[in-house]
C-alpha cells in the first residue's frame, strides 16, 4: 500500500510546518503548538518534518520545470482563466547563513549565500492616452522620507518642510494575486523555475507583461532567455541609490549635492537618461578616468561604474512609456517580499545546512506566502499518506 508510518494528520502536519516556516525558531515553533493548541511536538521533530515537506515541495518544483523544459517547442502558452490583464514578474536577492552539513555538532564553515527569490503578480490597473504622472512625485523630494533609503541622508528636522500632501499615485497597477518562489540554485537554473511558475500561472498570455529587477547582470540574462515578450524594467529605486552615492562624492556641500541628485532623479523620471548620462560623462572628463590603483570611494571610481551603470540599463529606463502603458515603475513588491523571507531565514544566529535543509526551509516559506494553497493541496495529497486517498493513475503505477 506504499504506506511509510506517518503518526500526524494531514491538518496536524500542516500546522506543524506552518508555524516550522513562520515562527523564529523551531524551539519557539514548539511553544507555540503548545499554548494555541495545547498539541506536543518537540523542535526537532518540527525541524525534521518542515525539511522533509520543504524536500517534496522542492522535488514537485523541479519537476514541473523539467517538464516545462522538455516539452515540444509548438506547445502552446497555458491559458489563463481568468485572462489577465498585467502579469508581472519580479526578481531580486537576500541573503541567508550556512554552513557545511555532516560536520557533527555545532556550525562549520558558516558562509553567506544569496538566495534568489521571484513574485508573480496577477495586476489590475488602466494604460492612458499620456503618461499619468509626468512629475517627479514629492516623495522622492522629501529627505525625510528618503532618509531610510539614501544612506548617508542628512536633513535638519526643525527645518525640514511640513508634511506635504501625499502624490496621486491612483495611476500604479495594483496586486491581486501573488505566488512566489525561492531557492538557493544558480541563476541558470532559476530562470527555468520561473519560466515554469510562469506558465503555470499563464503568465505568457497576459494582455500586458513586465518583467521587473535591479541591475544584476544575470536578472536580465534570465529576462531576455525565458521572458523575451515581457517589458524589461529596471526598478527606479536602483538608479537613485547610484546618483544619491555619485552626487555625495561629487559635492563636498550636501546641499548641492542633493540639489544635484534631484535634479538628475527628474530626468530619469521624465525618460531623459541620456542627459545624465552626457552630465556624469562631463564630471568623469574633469576629473581623471580610474586606473588600478584608484580606491573604491573615489570620485573617478565612482563616476565610472555610475556611467556604466546607467549605459547598461538606459534601454530599461523609458519610465514615461512604462507609466501610459500602465506598467510598474518600482520592485516595492519583491522588495517586500524578499523581507518575508529574511525574517525566517536570515539572520546572524541563524546557520542553515547548506544543501537540502536551506534549500527545504525556502520552499516552505515561499509556500506560505503565496497566495495559493500549494502548501495544503501538497500535505493532503502526500504520497505514501495513510490519510490520503491515492489517484487511480498512482495505483496503476504502483
Known sequence: MHLDGRRYSPAVTERIVVVGGSATSFTMGSKMLSLLMDLKVSAKTINETTAKVGNELKQVRD???????????????????????????????????????????????????????????????????????????????????????????????????????????????????????SSLCASERFGELMAAEADRRGFYSAGRRSFLGDGLPYNWAIQHKHFPSFTPILDFIHPIERLHETSRVLFSDGEQAWRSCTKWMALCWSGDTNEVIGQLEAEQAAVGLPDGNTPDGDVRHVLAETLTYLRNNVLRMDYPTYRQAGLPTTSCLIESQVKEMNKRVKGTEKFWNDGREGEAILQVKASLISDDDRLSTHIRNRPGSPFARPSRKARETA
Not at 495586476?123 to 529627505?143: S, V
Not at 522620507?145 to 502624490?167: N, R
Not at 495594483?174 to 518562489?181: G, M, P, Y
Open 63 to 181: 519537476e514541473q520545470a523539467d517538464n516545462y523544459g522538455a516539452r515540444p517547442l509548438t506547445t502552446p502558452a497555458t491559458q489563463a482563466e481568468p485572462p489577465i490583464s498585467l502579469a508581472c514578474v519580479e526578481i531580486d536577492g537576500g541573503r541567508m547563513q550556512t554552513r557545511t552539513p555532516g560536520e557533527g555538532a555545532g556550525v562549520h564553515n558558516p558562509h553567506w549565500r544569496e538566495n534568489k527569490n521571484a513574485g508573480f503578480f496577477r495586476m489590475m490597473g488602466d494604460d492612458y492616452a499620456d503618461d499619468p504622472c509626468c512629475d517627479l512625485p514629492l516623495c522622492f523630494t522629501d529627505r525625510k522620507q528618503m532618509q531610510d533609503l539614501l544612506a548617508g541622508l542628512d536633513f535638519d528636522e526643525e527645518t525640514s518642510p511640513e508634511d506635504h500632501e501625499k502624490p496621486d499615485l491612483s495611476w500604479r497597477p495594483k496586486s491581486i494575486f501573488r505566488t512566489c518562489i
